[in-house]
């Protein structure tokens, strides 16, 4: 029998309902008040650091997160900006406590790791922590989780679909401590630098970090100061409760019950066959399990999930479905248990490469929800977008020449669910980033976005329609351009699926259009391109809700005027005949 | 008595200054949700201040009421009127209730759909039943253009003007009212998108046009889409009232040249302006108090405040930092669309007096976000509300006086609020005084979120802040929040709940202008920069000039928007003379300077780009030196309580407190804290241990322990 690693902490026997008088005189209102100063400062944490990053990434993408913890390393609260992030810094902390126990901890420490075998999510992602502490004591820990531009490796950007070991994946960084009492260690910054592509960036934004924590220090120690070391630690532990209890009261509203499906990615990044990812999903009282026993062993290429980033895509799905409002807190995940068997795609062996993992991540997301979809159809929605469709090409900036990488990723449709269309063209699931301006690519690369639009027709038919793709061309002004692109959801097996009798969505699909008018296909590819030839991705639309024949037909009305529907499809699939 | 001596100085400064000026009447309206409020200065004279009902179908209505309610109390015919400004919410008010006009949008040949997909972000993280705001155009009325034009301005590709003709011929049909146009790197060269208007006003020289190299020549295609499309959809509301209210106006004798709207970006234009400058108008209402706050932070000496405007539904939340609104260049509407346009950097929070108390799932009580709004309103009201809201908790706590809300204009039954609280009471298993003033705790503790949020994402810490509280109910809630925050002073303006209106009269004209231009600042080239600038001014001096200001009180102020090569996103430094290599080094040096500031950090050795020239053409009103003084009669009236009330302070119980009537607070004593200082608009808390005073300029200045 494998081995398994359970992620979680065992469920409680019963959750203690607020309000409750105990040693503390804290009552419903005391506690909201205190919570909510410890919500708004890891806000003003993420606004810190948000304002003093350094690299586009973290400032504009967004691609961040910080949280408070208890002393113990329970998430308390947490600004996150992409689902990605949920949960995950939770999972390396507890790392961390392995190598440096919390009560080895002093005043100005801060300690930085970002290996996926050691609680990381991939590598351009670095951790810093930092201990909080109040007259002398250690009342709570500030962290932050940060995608950086670039940690060294073969490929800019350190990511890539082909990587067949974390060696190639650039630094990788163990639990290690970067500051002593608020001295940095200048030999792991000077390490750092020598090895990343962009080290003023990349230093620049670890500051910014460290800048982000060093203000939850402060806002910690204040609230301890105005209402007591007590009260503070009371309302984090009753904080973990409160979540917990939202969470198992909606548990408790749906019915028992267990479905398991199996979800595929198109390839594991070097072959061509695909690759299942194996799910059941049993919720039972106020508890759920997600169980990937059955799920393919870790793949050759660069699509592994370390456990960490295995668990935030749970988390996702999971509160998605049972009540996406719950205060984010370890609270929420106790009545969630997660196994993740050993030397599988989702909790891979050393070496195995994780850097785009979140193709994976997507695809776990979306496989578990897919499961609850069966169980549970009024609470979840048709299947949508996850093939994460990315271009990264060298190109040169076209006045002045200077190398430069363009990096793009596409969003898709998103699914119908049972009272409305899925959403056009958003960036999906556990990511929620933005695409490259059309005058941005044209101003600083050689290369010309051509056109972007809404694929009509992609969106799965149904009652509710699914969202629509996007189509985005791409077109070589000058010299000769090598790049990467990659997707998933390219296989029409593996395409946003349909629910409720809905149909599933066209799928992505990205081709190379030399100018003399050849065609190549290729869902993950390096290629060479020359002026004039152009790259064309299109990604999925949303799986449709429901019986097309029910659709109501102002809506098909309104598609067809706006072109999302052909008249032909109006007619094919809809019963529907618009002329004039 | 020195204060008063210091006083009499004053007003002789201002005599003397009076001299020169010809007796002006100015009027400043400000619409509200609820009220119209209304002041009148003239030379030498006393404000005069009247609140009208607002009249929401038709808010002129209530202009011409309060004009002509002003008008009576000064004694003087409408005609007299020689200066008129409006803070607006008509626009507001459309995209809130995204009551847009018709717009048709022509693109680039390839790019319709930029207005629909954005950025690709999605509005709710966990939510798989999520919808999306619809773009302001529908699919169908966006059409495409085959043309196409590069970076440096270069057409690759002819616009083709048989598919324009088709287009827009196809558009009026389908009945749009205005038309926005919006070509890729039309910022770099304007042409085809002027063509497309020659075109359309050939076709029907009455569709009003707009195009992006015009309304928001920045690069982005998609904010540069969205920020045009926003002027055509509101362009026609924002139209027929100006029109309609000029048409009032001019029947009253006030010609049409004296009407003036307020923006967003605290400056002022000419109604006939106003009306191609809609997108301009979106925070015409909240712009006049920060103007008036800021105003009065310089005079009372603290450069750099907080502001907290807090009304039934929302509360604004401002920055003024060294004397001046902080003016951004862009924000998000409706929380979905962006628009590129200075505004004043004001936050909005959905919390306010109507915000309901209430028990969640998991035992703890929040407040809002669900709001009794004006219908049915607080539960004191007695207009149905039966939950428990901020203002019931205020009234409960003593804090309000049930005999004179609003002056005893408005009956509220104390009743009501304590059968809402007793009801919320039983389920949270708490008792009545409990709640209410946990209802504060809860309130004042979002709030001080908010504003601790609001600074430090500016790279402020607010304890280096003096909090200027206005509005209902900013008064009631600001020393409590400024002890949450460490703030050590709590300014309240004289009239704190017709600041909006008073700021209208202290605003300058104003026009932004803005050109984009990519180059690294090392090796650009300075005569083309400048006589860029000089186009820019040259169009700014032609519409001061349009709207009757003289030369000598026109000012051309110039800044650059700079940015590290290879960054994104940029920062606006001023630069001021004629550009050479030296100049533009000096503004170099600025950037670094600001860009530490900002963000924490700069790079000095690192190449600067720039990105945009900006222009302000800014026409100089002329002040009336701050008539808004303490009554001087104050100074010699006797300075008593009207009465004691018991009143709930947290960690204290009910305390007995006495009420002063703010006209009744002397120049020259301070007055220990508990009090409770009423006057017709608001309630101001001083809470123990608190001291409060008024200063020369008529502002209570509360001052925090220690």
Not at chain 2, 514 to 542: K, Q, Y
Request: charged content about 20%; overall charge negative.
């Amino acid at each position: 029998m494998k081995k398994q690693s359970q992620v979680s902490p065992q469920p409680l026997v019963d959750s203690q309902p607020l309000p409750e008088k105990e040693e503390f005189d804290i009552d419903a209102i005391t506690f909201e008040v205190i919570y909510s100063s410890l919500l708004a400062a890891a806000e003003e944490m993420s606004s810190v650091l948000g304002r003093s990053a350094y690299s586009p990434i973290i400032r504009e993408m967004i691609d961040y997160s910080c949280g408070l913890f208890d002393a113990e390393g329970n998430l308390i609260a947490q600004a996150e900006n992409i689902p990605a992030h949920l949960g995950s810094m939770g999972t390396a902390l507890r790392d961390l406590f392995n190598d440096f126990p919390p009560h080895t901890f002093q005043p100005g420490d801060a300690y930085l790791m970002n290996d996926p075998y050691r609680g990381g999510q991939h590598t351009p992602d670095l951790h810093i922590f930092t201990p909080a502490f109040y007259e002398g004591e250690l009342v709570g820990i500030c962290g932050t989780i940060a995608h950086h531009a670039d940690m060294g490796g073969k490929n800019p950007g350190t990511e890539g679909f082909d990587n067949k070991s974390i060696f190639e994946e650039g630094l990788r960084i163990p639990p290690v401590k970067l500051a002593e009492r608020e001295k940095i260690n200048e030999a792991i910054t000077t390490i750092i630098t020598g090895n990343v592509r962009e080290p003023k960036a990349t230093m620049g934004d670890i500051r910014a970090q460290l800048a982000a924590c060093r203000y939850g220090e402060g806002r910690l120690n204040e609230i301890a100061n105005r209402y007591s070391k007590g009260m503070l630690t009371e309302v984090m532990k009753r904080s973990l409760d409160y979540s917990e209890k939202r969470m198992r009261l909606e548990l408790e509203k749906m019915k028992d019950a267990e479905a398991t499906v199996s979800g595929w990615l198109d390839n594991d990044g070097v072959g061509h066959d695909p690759v299942e990812i194996r799910i059941k999903v049993k919720k039972c009282g106020k508890d759920i399990v997600v169980d990937f026993t059955g799920t393919a062993p870790q793949m050759a290429g660069g699509m592994n999930v370390p456990p960490a980033a295995a668990s935030s895509a749970v988390l996702f799905a999971i509160k998605c479905v049972v009540d996406p409002g719950t205060q984010q807190n370890q609270g929420c995940f106790r009545p969630i248990t997660v196994i993740l068997p050993e030397g599988s795609l989702v909790n891979p062996n050393f070496p195995a490469a994780v850097s785009l993992r979140h193709l994976a991540v997507q695809r776990i997301a979306d496989t578990i929800l897919r499961a609850l979809s069966e169980l549970y159809p009024e609470r979840t929605a048709a299947g949508t977008f996850v093939g994460f469709s990315s271009l990264a090409i060298d190109s040169w900036h076209p006045v002045h020449g200077h190398p430069r990488v363009i990096q793009d990723d596409l969003g898709g449709g998103m699914g119908a669910f049972p009272y409305g269309d899925g959403i056009d063209a958003v960036d999906t699931h556990c990511g929620n980033v933005a695409i490259l301006p059309a005058e941005v690519c044209e101003l600083s690369y050689q290369v010309r976005v051509v056109s972007t639009e809404l694929i009509s027709d992609s969106g799965g038919v149904g009652k509710w329609r699914g969202g629509l793709g996007i189509r985005r061309v791409y077109e070589i002004l000058e010299q000769t351009h090598q790049g990467l692109v990659y997707t998933e959801q390219s296989n029409p097996d593996f395409a946003p699926w349909g629910l409720a009798g809905g149909g599933s969505g066209k799928p992505a699909n990205i081709r190379l259009v030399r100018r003399d008018g050849q065609e190549e296909e290729m869902d993950k590819g390096y290629f060479r391109a020359l002026p004039g030839d152009r790259i064309i991705i299109e990604t999925s639309g949303g799986g449709g809700f429901g019986d097309p024949k029910q659709r109501e037909l102002e809506f098909i009305f309104k598609d067809v005027r706006e072109g999302k529907v052909s008249r032909e499809a109006a007619e094919k699939v809809y019963g529907v005949t618009i002329s004039g | 008595m020195k204060e008063c001596k210091t006083h009499n100085e004053v007003y002789v400064v201002m005599n003397l200054t009076k001299r020169d000026l010809k007796t002006e009447v100015r009027v400043g309206i400000d619409t509200g949700g609820t009220f119209t409020d209304c002041v009148l200065w003239r030379t030498g004279e006393e404000p005069i201040v009247v609140k009208v009902p607002s009249t929401p179908s038709n808010p002129a209505e209530a202009i011409i009421n309060g004009l002509e309610r002003l008008c009576l109390q000064a004694g003087i015919p409408l005609a007299d009127v020689h200066f008129l400004v409006h803070g607006t919410t008509v626009a507001t008010n459309a995209m809130l209730q995204e009551q847009w006009g018709k717009v048709g949008l022509i693109t680039t040949k390839g790019f319709r759909d930029t207005l629909e997909i954005g950025t690709q972000m999605r509005p709710e993280l966990y939510q798989l039943h999520q919808r999306k705001l619809p773009p302001i155009v529908p699919r169908n009325l966006r059409m495409e253009v085959t043309e196409r034009i590069d970076p440096q301005g270069q057409i690759v590709q002819e616009l083709n003007r048989e598919e324009v003709f088709q287009v827009i011929n196809e558009m009026i049909s389908n009945d749009i009212e205005s038309l926005a146009v919006s070509f890729l790197f039309s910022y770099a060269n304007p042409e085809h998108e002027r063509m497309v208007r020659e075109t359309a006003a050939m076709i029907n020289p009455d569709l009003y046009v707009c195009i992006s190299s015009e309304v928001s020549p920045e690069f982005r295609e998609y904010p540069r889409t969205q920020t045009t499309v926003i002027n055509g959809a509101l362009a026609p509301v924002v139209r027929r009232y100006i029109q309609y209210l000029r048409k009032e106006l001019t029947a009253k004798g006030i010609g049409d040249k004296r009407l003036n709207i307020m923006q967003s970006n605290g400056g002022i234009v000419s109604g006939k302006e106003a009306e191609v400058s809609s997108h301009h108008l979106l925070l015409s209402g909240p712009a006049g108090g920060i103007v008036a706050a800021s105003e009065i932070a310089n005079q009372a000496g603290f450069p750099n405040a907080l502001t907290f405007d807090m009304g039934g539904t929302s509360s604004d939340i401002g920055l003024i930092v060294e004397g001046k609104p902080h003016i951004i260049q862009g924000t998000t509407i409706n929380n979905a669309y962006p628009i590129q346009v200075p505004t004043m950097d004001i936050h909005t929070i959905g919390a306010g007096g109507g915000s309901i108390a209430w028990k969640d799932q998991g035992g703890v009580m929040k407040v809002g976000p669900k709001s009794a709004g004006a219908i049915p309103g607080p539960a004191c009201y007695g207009k149905g509300g039966m939950e428990p809201t901020v203002t019931d908790a205020n009234l409960f706590l003593g804090r309000l006086d049930p005999d004179h809300y609003l002056d005893g204009d408005f009956n509220i039954y104390p009743g009501s609020s304590y059968q809402a609280l007793e009801k919320l009471a039983k389920e949270l298993d708490l008792d009545v005084e409990r709640v209410a003033s946990g209802i504060l705790e809860v309130t004042n503790a979002n709030m001080a979120g908010a504003l601790r949020v609001v600074s430090s994402r500016r790279g402020h810490d607010p304890r280096d802040f003096v909090l200027i509280a206005f509005g209902g109910a900013g008064p009631l809630h600001a020393t409590a929040l400024a002890r949450e925050l460490g703030i050590k002073k709590v300014v309240i303006p004289a009239l704190p709940g017709v600041l909006c209106a008073q700021g209208l009269l202290q605003s300058d004209i104003r026009h932004d202008f803005t050109h984009t231009e990519v180059a690294a600042l090392e090796i650009a080239d300075s005569s083309r920069i400048e006589s860029n600038f000089i186009e820019l001014e040259t169009r700014g001096t032609h519409l001061l000039y349009d709207e009757g200001i003289s030369p000598d009180r026109m000012e051309m102020q110039r800044s650059i928007d700079l940015r590290y090569k290879g960054q994104e996103y940029y920062l606006n430094v001023p630069i001021q003379g004629e550009i050479s290599a030296d100049l533009l080094k000096v503004a170099a040096e600025r950037f670094h300077l600001v860009h530490k500031n900002t963000y924490g950090h700069a790079a000095p050795e690192e190449p600067v780009e720039i990105v945009n020239l900006r222009i302000s053409a800014i026409g100089k009103i002329r002040r009336f030196e701050n008539s808004l003084q303490a009554h001087p009669e104050a100074a010699i009236s006797t300075c008593v309580p009207i009465k004691h009330r018991p009143v709930y302070f947290n960690g204290q119980g009910w305390v007995s407190t006495p009420i002063y009537r703010r006209s009744d607070i002397r120049l020259d004593m301070e007055i220990q804290g508990p009090v409770i200082v009423t006057q017709m608009d608001t309630t101001i808390i001083v809470e123990p241990g608190q001291k409060v005073y008024a200063d020369i300029l008529g502002n209570l200045i509360i001052s925090m322990e220690g």
